[in-house]
């Protein structure tokens, strides 16, 4: 099972915990995180499912709060996602940045 199943949105926790394990495993084998970077690097992030771009995003601030170093490279993905329709996915878009900025 690949690391984007793991996110709460394809597992169903409606929690947040399911992220925060994914962040964990990505933290530990930093080439885990090229799959959610993978994610919020799609064309067209508006059409991407919110759930899933909103889960990437969360992951990326969760991996920012203790390794921002490995947020930094991929963080041109993150604006366009403030523009998104959904609060959550710009949320985290935000604060992943903001962690990442310092």
Known sequence: MGIIDQLSSRTG?????????????CLAEPALFADIVGALSCENVLSVDYRLLGDCAEVCTMVAEVRPE????HAALLP????HKKARVRWEAMHALALWSG
Do not use: W
């Open 13 to 25: 926790d409606r929690t947040s915990q399911s992220n925060r394990e994914a962040a964990t495993r």
């Open 70 to 73: 490995l947020v930094a490279p």
């Open 80 to 83: 366009p996602l403030l523009d």
